[in-house]
């Protein structure tokens, strides 16, 4: 019994596992699918579906999960949960759909670039009483998890500030950035959510400076590719964030909280941990290039989340609330960056 | 072609994976399996078998790889390797069988405990010249690879000492321990191919010393569970090892290479890598405790370079010289150890 | 001769040091007196003076130098050259004395907390001719230096972020605090000269949030003790700093330099290197307490810098124009906090 | 009241310091003297003498205490405690005279190459009952005292195994080589004090290989230049130890203690703790060159543990059993050696 739902918990076949269906088969909707298929006790790939039939015909090759078209899988008893894994400016429309045929939801990261939109699907998902869960897999990554603890276990006594540093190994294409909804919503929206999760305090305020510096075709598509923010929280937390669209050695996701009795850290992993010691220094590998190298255990552990949560109800681990102050926090820090002033985010809407 | 064998490079099917059959499927063979049938881009899950039919069964449900009989897998034209995960005592005959069957061969270690049984493996292999290769793994550890290519690269310069430090987190049961062929042999048989790995130059005197400090039923069995070896190489380099059965922090696995010009190391890596900083100091993660979580990208690493070896031949990564090299040595680390004295090489027939 | 002044160098008698005279000694005074009598080549304690005799005769004691009064010093054809260690407030009028003395200056930070005096002491400088440094040690820390290094000599490309982190182990007393002209003047300022010194490139835009989370007696006396800010550079780079007053894991102090091609990191270091690793995890010492613990190697380097400006010429290592410029962005900062907004440097003056 | 020698503790001039009378002006006497003079209260320096009388006078200079002659020095009442500085083999006279003269003894390691004198300068002190201590500085290392402390405390549980590395930087000229007893009772000496400091168990066993890897004169010299040994100490802990007379990368000083509850590190500083990470990996400062960068600190807390053992007696924190231990287990490592096999330090005589 999911008991902040009052949804009844989803139970696959007497004693199996739950069945996913994957709704869209591109590179996110295919790791999903091989995890859910291969690496998560108590979950199993029910179906995959994607409106280019091609796409989940692979996966289902890969996987052994029959291809359903969407409508088929929403109608499905064989079905009892879905990920949704399309490109994000459907991910409302199938919240809603799926919420009216009363399927719990895992939806990816974001909801939408639009506030009225994210609206609408938490609305849906609520007015429905679905499970709804993002794709913030940051939230499931060991590190970070330990640095969230030492501040909601008060290792670290009273926080004071949160620092965060994320910078992408090199920059998406340009014609992606276009369509990104910005380096606010599509890149630092992790970091926002990793301060709300981290503080476990809203954001109330944000100040945020932007700069094309990498590539002045970012500038061109109407983006910036560096940008710092400082977020105040309701509690008097600060929470200092930069991010770069192009780190050239690696990977770089770092998070810190601080606090009256202490710091915790989140830092980077290295490659492997050889290293060289010659008259000239100590040489040691750079940081992971590729986001999996960082982030596949989150996205395992995100699964098992997900599970724990249809099985046993409580609060979801990334919901319709979250989902909807990250889209604020994002929509401030544009409008803070463009017009030259701390923005409130009661002044979003 | 295998060009040091003669062997012509087996083929799959026109344009697809050679298929592997893999004959055992108790934890390693499972493991193995797994990684054949889902990681390694060209290699295929050709068959299972298992002289206990339910345990190749399960492995067979969860990859879709079929059942075989040993035989019908030697004898099967769809089969074009096999990897010998069975128990040690049984490696050498089904080595035989293979080599018999112009089979090329992946064994895991080791070979055999008695050092006739290994020259006899070696022997057939060698008549039928069948490719060949032993799952050391640990020669396909990123951060181990780094030290060996420091040497064979000059970056350190001429190699003086090799420093390596094996420490499991809990010693197996006592009736393993029993027929285990003693810590030497079932043990720092890793270190002794890592010594010789790096080293690139053969061991020629080993000075062992042993001693029950973990658990004195491990003493009762007849076995050490902490020792210290120091051994030398053809070339002049010391190798210092030591080993325990059970290091309470994890499983500690490190590597070290001094020469003229610097060292290079490969040190452990954390389970994660946050931390927290109190008053009291700062408290980081304990090692990893499970092997595959050290090794679990070598396992991966070795199954590519056997495709490779199959495909492009050359020298074996870790060939019958070398199972004959460490049991050699295991043998006369024992018999130091015994007799309070320093043993060479060619004291050992 | 030092070039950009016109000033001919300063000599001690043939073939010996440079006689430099320290006016202030209290903590810090007495701290630079020792470090010139005994650790710096070149260099040679000619005298102390305070207008309190008891710490001048202490100083004496110490160090065999002599006792003299201000004017004496100012006067005396042994002194090459004077440090001005006195409290924050007197310190331009001992600069006005000592450069219409025609003797270089060594000033400790900060000039001034007010800018018409900062300006009214360089005014006086720059008509005498005199070399002028202020003591920003951290410009010589090893560490730090090798960030600015990194960002000088390009190693890391174009700049474009600088992230810095500044925490006190423990705050000051309520009675300093008062006085001191606030956190941005007082501590952060050492920040503002880093981001300065770092990026070689002058700051233009200040944006500052600021609370008391530390101690509400610090907020009684009209200060902050833990603030967020951020720099825009003249050359687009951006620099976020954070500072606490009260850090209980020791003195944190952190920089980082990131760019087109790399990032460079200063660290803290740690009091020792010995570390236990338990079940429990790996237990490392905390960070030094004391300022002197990390910056004690910087303090010398100071003066040898001192030491080489007199002799060779070239501009100062912190001259009179990065005074005027740090205040004025602490004054820029402390309107940004009280007023809400972005503070342009055009704006103070 | 020193308890162990029943020795009356001495006393300087009511309420102030204990003056220590160095003995030998070289290269360590004169960092001894400016340690006593400069850095530890409670002592002071009461006199400096050399044979080579200009020796002398330099230090007098330096830190302003009077010349004397050696018999001076033993007569004088102003002199409470003498520190022998001088070359190896006149320590053992000195020792005998001092203890004649019935002063109190810090004496430089190694006491003597030679066992028999060792035992004649132990003999001699126990006779006079005068508080005597070696000045074996690395057990004063604040990261090695804290391995020696979790062995102690039982923090990490039983000790099994100790791990040694000693390298220096750049090989000693050829003809001190020739002088200095060689790389067992020269260099390794210090480790052997390490081993049984840390482990709190004597030496029993030893087998040691060598060779000339460095440099062939030191082979001509009769010496080897690398080392590895194992140490069988009578609670049955081993030790291993590497030393090589040439590490390019600077001054590598580890040790490692390992339990049945775990590890204790002491591991080597960085020359600071600025790092660069691009494209290549990441970039860090090599290992200290000098011994002081590494071991100031530990110079200077021996002498405020002499100035406690003088003050509150108990046992010395280094004392004549400890010199006559470390002796014999060079002595065996030698014989071990050249002989092939273990030598036991019964055998030693």
Same mark, same amino acid.
């Given at each position: 019994m999911a008991q902040d739902t009052g949804f009844d918990a989803p139970t696959g076949p007497e004693g199996s596992s739950l069945r996913i269906g994957v709704i869209g088969c591109g590179r996110i909707g295919r790791l999903h699918a091989d995890i859910i298929a291969r690496? $998560?006790? +108590?979950?199993?790939?029910g179906g995959v579906a994607d409106v280019v039939t091609a796409a989940a015909d692979g996966v289902s090759a890969a996987t052994g999960a029959p291809v359903m078209t969407i409508d088929e899988m929403l109608a499905?008893?064989?079905?009892?949960a879905v990920a949704i894994c399309t490109s994000t400016d459907t991910h409302v429309d199938y919240i809603v759909a799926a919420a009216a045929a009363g399927k719990p939801i895992f939806c990816e990261?974001? $909801?939408?670039?639009n506030l009225a939109e994210v609206e609408r699907g938490v609305d849906a998902v609520e007015a429905a009483g679905v499970p709804f869960m993002i794709g913030f897999n940051r939230r499931f990554d060991p590190g970070h998890v330990s640095v969230r603890d030492a501040v909601a276990e008060h290792t670290i006594g009273d926080l004071h500030l949160i620092r965060i540093t994320s910078r992408d190994p090199a920059p998406p294409p340009v014609e992606y950035v276009a369509v990104s909804g910005g380096i606010f919503m599509d890149m630092m929206i992790h970091d926002f959510d990793m301060a709300r999760f981290v503080a476990g305090s809203d954001v109330v305020e944000v100040y945020a400076k932007g700069a094309v510096? $990498?590539?002045?075709r970012i500038g061109e598509a109407g983006d910036v590719d560096t940008a710092v923010v400082i977020l105040t929280h309701e509690d008097g937390t600060f929470t200092t964030i930069d991010n770069s669209r192009e780190a050239v050695y690696g990977y770089d996701q770092r998070l810190e909280a601080f606090g009256s009795e202490g710091m915790a850290v989140s830092d980077n992993q290295s490659v492997h941990y050889g290293r060289t010691f010659t008259k000239g220094g100590a040489i040691a590998e750079p940081l992971p290039w590729f986001f999996l190298d960082r982030y596949l255990p989150a996205y395992r552990r995100e699964w098992e989340a997900f599970r724990d949560y249809l099985v046993s +109800? +409580?609060?979801?681990?990334? +919901?319709g609330n979250d989902a909807l102050q990250v889209t604020k926090i994002a929509m401030a820090a544009g409008q803070s960056m463009r017009e030259g002033r701390a923005v409130r985010l009661t002044e979003i809407s």
């Open positions: 690496d $998560v006790p +108590g979950l199993a790939l499905s008893p064989d079905i009892d990261k974001p $909801v939408s670039l510096r $990498v590539d002045p +109800g +409580g609060p979801s681990p990334a +919901g």
